[in-house]
């Protein structure tokens, strides 16, 4: 059974590009969260997709949106890219069950120039 | 607010010591607790959880963590440490009410365990 599984691995863009990162979530997993890590940071919270609808939303720009598929899968576009943006981007499943843990992606590591 | 708080930045034990990593929250309710583990440009991997029940919670890799409420405090331990646990730790809280699934995660703690 895969793990949760992102690409690209690895991203390198402009400042005011746009970038879109995707994600398969596990298998039997229909929640998908979308986390920002920066250098020396924990995880920030971005967002998080169910039944292909944002439910939830941490304190992050308009420019940052994201869309979930049928098929549970599940996309993180960001707009108009600042060199602030340079990070590694999380993706992490769950069942939709109280408590469920969250199965973390490899991660994409966006470096903004 | 709502945040996690790990007060040391770098942790160094001697393999075959016991190591704890500390953990403080500040969350209204009755959080769940989460650590989880980083290796170098790797994501996070799953360690352990709290939700309810037994204040000591058993984990991958012979790690375990006590619930300590009127601390608000979850501290990873494990009692005899290997090399191989080098690596960067994260504490999460999944807040109580309305959160569904959102963590929030303190900075971190890297442990550093020297031969």
């Known amino acids: 059974d895969a793990g949760v599984t992102q690409s690209p691995t690895h991203l390198i863009k402009t400042r005011g590009q746009q970038v879109t990162l995707r994600c398969s979530p596990k298998s039997g997993h229909d929640t998908v969260s979308w986390y920002q890590q920066a250098l020396g940071q924990g995880p920030q919270f971005i967002f998080q997709?169910?039944?292909?609808?944002?439910?939830q939303r941490g304190n992050f720009p308009d420019r940052f949106s994201g869309h979930q598929f049928p098929n549970y899968s599940s996309e993180l576009n960001v707009n108009a890219l600042l060199l602030g943006d340079s990070a590694l981007y999380l993706c992490?499943?769950?069942?939709?069950?109280?408590?469920?843990?969250?199965?973390f992606g490899p991660g994409t590591r966006l470096l903004v120039l | 607010a709502q945040s996690v708080a790990q007060p040391e930045d770098q942790v160094n034990v001697a393999e075959g010591n016991p190591l704890t990593v500390k953990c403080t929250y500040s969350v209204s309710g009755n959080p769940y607790l989460f650590w989880y583990v980083q290796y170098p440009n790797r994501g996070l991997q799953f360690l352990l959880k709290?939700?309810?029940?037994?204040?000591l919670v058993k984990g991958s890799y012979g790690f375990e963590a006590e619930f300590n409420k009127s601390q608000t405090s979850f501290h990873l331990k494990k009692p005899s440490a290997l090399v191989s646990d080098s690596a960067l730790y994260f504490c999460a809280v999944r807040p109580d009410s309305g959160g569904y699934n959102k963590l929030i995660f303190g900075a971190g703690t890297r442990l550093a365990v020297h031969p």
């Open positions: 997709y169910y039944e292909e609808e944002e439910r």
């Open positions: 709290y939700i309810t029940g037994d204040n």
């Open positions: 992490a499943s769950s069942p939709d069950t109280g408590g469920a843990t969250q199965y």
